[in-house]
């Protein structure tokens, strides 16, 4: 099924129903009323939110009477009586909790925002609890859809069961959403992600999430605020709910605008990445992929040398984008730095370190250094161009593009240090100013994990697609099954294939479980990829099951080449960047309008794009599905008398 949200005319009349008694409507010359419940119209029926306890229900159109949330885990104390404040707007509070309610429709959803006037904390919403509760939706990653009863999640290997997820820097949007059987969902959006936090549990084999939000006056997070949306109970459709709730607010970015302000952009479309080493970062190595076919790539590089002016020039030539991978966000001793981008001029290090409560500053990547305050750089800026002097000399050899590492990620910090206090949210204001500056310098920006609140000012992302499980970290620590940072011109960091265990491979990659949240919400405003250091040939395991979501998602691969990789896999990589390039190119700048599970066992799956500009249908199975092979995928563009067919496991180049 297609999965669309609605809109609400907010004309419809508010309710009041006290415990036990008939309903009231409000007028507007309405007194305040005491009652227990409030019924709010929201699309596809009415919701009813008890004030005692912040339990939410919802009556369908079609007759069901659906659990949205339990009772608040928190003990709120008594509410205050209602009062109406404006149209289609009532207000509470629980004086005991220090804590005013707001409750509205908005767009076709019940919008409940909690104001708290001391340092508290609530457990709430409290989700999964209704017996139709089929499917739990989470956007760790590109997306999964779990069976609320799937034992490997609920107590095995999944380790969702028992966990806890930070929403504002674990998960890619901060959403969340069931299935309640046949055609109905629910969608959870919180807005306010910094200081909320989604656990899981799991009472009687069945998969719940409770919200908890840290009221903080120093963190600067005392507003809280939780949507409601029905839904069609498509797994995508939290995400779409998403999406419209960005694009009402002007906050949904758009590539086509972005090609349009900055025509290297559209380079991207069609294109294929990969960090380059040795002589696949030389003129030699760019002119070699173009000789193999390949009219579309993203080249990036880290470490010296960076590509010359002459293999520069060869990527422009070819089509291709190229630019370096760079992070303002680590900070070491000079003297002693073992990476360039972690050396600063002057006293940047130490002085601008991230400090915590107790003065301490936090240690930095890989246990080196420190994290540098995003607010110590801008207060700097004006006087001393500490990041636009770094900006211009990392692209001096004319790369036209520029990878950022860690800035859009939701890993933000509260610092302490003296000069430059601010707070996670004023954290990710100064990442998104400095961002813009060099987006404004016409370079094609990308960044990693790129949380949706980023989607505005970045072109591309490397690691939103990845739904990476605890187990990952783990494995990658182990330098001798991973590979370390050499030797260096190919370090096994990168190129050496892995075997993942089959846990780790389950909750990663097991296509039963995998969802396009993250595509359903942001696709068409930038490009999403996995993570640099999950090349396509570092995980041989998985290769066929990724080519298949890369094109069911109309997402490009990552990869990473030297000399002998490139002689080895090239041809692989052109037939696969053939196939793909014309795809991305129709359908990169467009929604995802559609998804479904074609097979019960939700192996067989196709995607929409557009008014119909593209159809996916990608088979994960070993049996065929009608003609479609186990393996392999079909897509249509807009106008094709015949599918496209591409089964990866067969392409040898």
Request: net charge neutral; charged share 25%.
């Given at each position: 099924?297609?999965?669309?949200?609605?809109?609400?005319?907010?004309?419809?009349?508010?309710?009041?129903?006290?415990?036990?008694?008939?309903?009231?409507?409000?007028?507007?010359?309405?007194?305040?009323?005491?009652?227990?419940?409030?019924?709010?119209?929201?699309?596809?029926?009415?919701?009813?939110?008890?004030?005692?306890?912040?339990?939410?229900?919802?009556?369908?159109?079609?007759?069901?009477?659906?659990?949205?949330?339990?009772?608040?885990?928190?003990?709120?104390?008594?509410?205050?009586?209602?009062?109406?404040?404006?149209?289609?707007?009532?207000?509470?509070?629980?004086?005991?909790?220090?804590?005013?309610?707001?409750?509205?429709?908005?767009?076709?959803?019940?919008?409940?925002?909690?104001?708290?006037?001391?340092?508290?904390?609530?457990?709430?919403?409290?989700?999964?609890?209704?017996?139709?509760?089929?499917?739990?939706?989470?956007?760790?990653?590109?997306?999964?859809?779990?069976?609320?009863?799937?034992?490997?999640?609920?107590?095995?290997?999944?380790?969702?069961?028992?966990?806890?997820?930070?929403?504002?820097a674990e998960l890619t949007l901060p959403l969340w959403g069931y299935s309640l059987g046949r055609r109905t969902g629910v969608s959870y959006l919180t807005p306010t992600d910094i200081g909320t936090t989604l656990g899981f549990t799991a009472p009687g084999g069945r998969l719940r999430a409770t919200a908890e939000h840290a009221f903080d006056g120093g963190d600067g997070t005392r507003d809280y605020s939780v949507t409601f949306a029905l839904t069609d109970g498509n797994p995508v459709a939290p995400a779409a709910d998403y999406r419209s709730y960005l694009a009402e607010r002007g906050q949904l970015g758009s590539l086509k605008r972005k090609i349009a302000k900055n025509p290297a952009t559209g380079r991207l479309l069609g294109a294929f990445h990969a960090?380059?080493?040795?002589?696949?970062?030389?003129?030699?190595?760019?002119?070699?992929?173009?000789?193999?076919?390949?009219?579309?790539?993203?080249?990036?590089?880290?470490?010296?040398?960076?590509?010359?002016?002459?293999?520069?020039?060869?990527?422009?030539?070819?089509?291709?984008?190229?630019?370096?991978?760079?992070?303002?966000?680590?900070?070491?001793?000079?003297?002693?730095?073992?990476?360039?981008?972690?050396?600063?001029?002057?006293?940047?290090?130490?002085?601008?370190?991230?400090?915590?409560?107790?003065?301490?500053?936090?240690?930095?990547?890989?246990?080196?250094?420190?994290?540098?305050?995003?607010?110590?750089?801008?207060?700097?800026?004006?006087?001393?161009?500490?990041?636009?002097?770094?900006?211009?000399?990392?692209?001096?050899?004319?790369?036209?593009?520029?990878?950022?590492?860690?800035?859009?990620?939701?890993?933000?910090?509260?610092?302490?240090?003296?000069?430059?206090?601010?707070?996670?949210?004023?954290?990710?204001?100064?990442?998104?100013?400095?961002?813009?500056?060099?987006?404004?310098?016409?370079?094609?920006?990308?960044?990693?994990?790129?949380?949706?609140?980023?989607?505005?000012?970045?072109?591309?992302?490397?690691?939103?697609?990845?739904?990476?499980?605890?187990?990952?970290?783990?494995?990658?620590?182990?330098?001798?099954?991973?590979?370390?940072?050499?030797?260096?011109?190919?370090?096994?960091?990168?190129?050496?294939?892995?075997?993942?265990?089959?846990?780790?491979?389950?909750?990663?990659?097991?296509?039963?479980?995998?969802?396009?949240?993250?595509?359903?919400?942001?696709?068409?405003?930038?490009?999403?990829?996995?993570?640099?250091?999950?090349?396509?040939?570092?995980?041989?395991?998985?290769?066929?099951?990724?080519?298949?979501?890369?094109?069911?998602?109309?997402?490009?691969?990552?990869?990473?080449?030297?000399?002998?990789?490139?002689?080895?896999?090239?041809?692989?990589?052109?037939?696969?960047?053939?196939?793909?390039?014309?795809?991305?190119?129709?359908?990169?700048?467009?929604?995802?309008?559609?998804?479904?599970?074609?097979?019960?066992?939700?192996?067989?799956?196709?995607?929409?794009?557009?008014?119909?500009?593209?159809?996916?249908?990608?088979?994960?199975?070993?049996?065929?599905?009608?003609?479609?092979?186990?393996?392999?995928?079909?897509?249509?563009?807009?106008?094709?008398?015949?599918?496209?067919?591409?089964?990866?496991?067969?392409?040898?180049?």
């Open positions: 099924m297609t999965t669309k949200i609605g809109s609400l005319t907010l004309s419809v009349a508010l309710v009041l129903a006290a415990a036990g008694a008939s309903a009231y409507a409000f007028t507007a010359e309405a007194e305040p009323v005491h009652g227990k419940q409030v019924e709010l119209a929201v699309d596809g029926g009415t919701a009813v939110v008890d004030t005692a306890s912040l339990a939410v229900r919802a009556h369908t159109r079609d007759g069901r009477d659906l659990t949205l949330s339990d009772a608040s885990a928190t003990d709120l104390g008594r509410p205050s009586p209602v009062t109406r404040t404006g149209k289609g707007r009532v207000r509470w509070s629980y004086p005991e909790r220090g804590i005013d309610v707001t409750a509205r429709t908005d767009h076709g959803r019940l919008s409940l925002s909690l104001k708290a006037h001391r340092d508290t904390s609530v457990s709430w919403p409290v989700t999964g609890t209704d017996a139709a509760a089929s499917a739990l939706q989470l956007p760790r990653g590109e997306g999964l859809d779990i069976p609320v009863e799937d034992a490997f999640w609920t107590t095995g290997e999944g380790g969702l069961g028992g966990s806890t997820l930070d929403v504002g960090y380059t080493w040795g002589d696949a970062r030389k003129a030699g190595g760019v002119e070699r992929l173009r000789e193999l076919g390949v009219d579309r790539m993203w080249l990036g590089y880290d470490g010296e040398p960076y590509p010359d002016r002459a293999a520069v020039s060869a990527a422009k030539r070819a089509g291709y984008l190229i630019g370096p991978y760079d992070s303002f966000a680590n900070g070491q001793d000079p003297r002693t730095a073992d990476a360039p981008n972690s050396a600063w001029p002057g006293t940047v290090y130490p002085d601008f370190c991230v400090r915590d409560a107790k003065g301490k500053p936090v240690t930095g990547f890989g246990g080196r250094g420190c994290y540098l305050s995003s607010r110590a750089f801008e207060r700097a800026e004006p006087r001393h161009h500490y990041l636009a002097d770094r900006t211009r000399g990392m692209v001096a050899n004319g790369a036209d593009s520029y990878f950022l590492d860690v800035d859009a990620t939701g890993e933000l910090f509260r610092d302490h240090g003296k000069g430059h206090r601010m707070t996670k949210a004023e954290d990710r204001e100064h990442r998104l100013a400095r961002m813009r500056r060099i987006a404004a310098r016409g370079l094609v920006l990308g960044s990693e994990t790129a949380q949706a609140w980023a989607n505005r000012t970045l072109a591309f992302d490397h690691g939103g697609a990845t739904p990476v499980a605890d187990g990952l970290w783990k494995l990658q620590r182990d330098r001798e099954k991973w590979g370390g940072y050499y030797p260096e011109g190919a370090p096994g960091v990168f190129f050496k294939p892995v075997d993942l265990p089959a846990g780790l491979a389950k909750a990663m990659y097991d296509p039963r479980y995998r969802v396009p949240l993250y595509e359903t919400a942001l696709h068409g405003s930038l490009v999403n990829t996995e993570r640099w250091e999950l090349s396509y040939e570092k995980l041989p395991g998985q290769k066929t099951t990724r080519a298949l979501l890369a094109m069911l998602y109309n997402t490009p691969l990552n990869y990473v080449l030297d000399g002998p990789s490139l002689k080895e896999h090239g041809a692989e990589l052109a037939a696969l960047q053939k196939y793909f390039s014309p795809l991305h190119k129709a359908a990169g700048t467009e929604q995802l309008t559609g998804f479904r599970q074609l097979s019960k066992d939700r192996t067989v799956q196709r995607t929409v794009f557009g008014e119909g500009t593209l159809t996916v249908t990608a088979n994960f199975a070993t049996k065929a599905y009608g003609d479609l092979p186990g393996g392999c995928v079909d897509a249509r563009l807009k106008g094709d008398d015949a599918p496209r067919r591409l089964c990866p496991a067969k392409v040898t180049g």
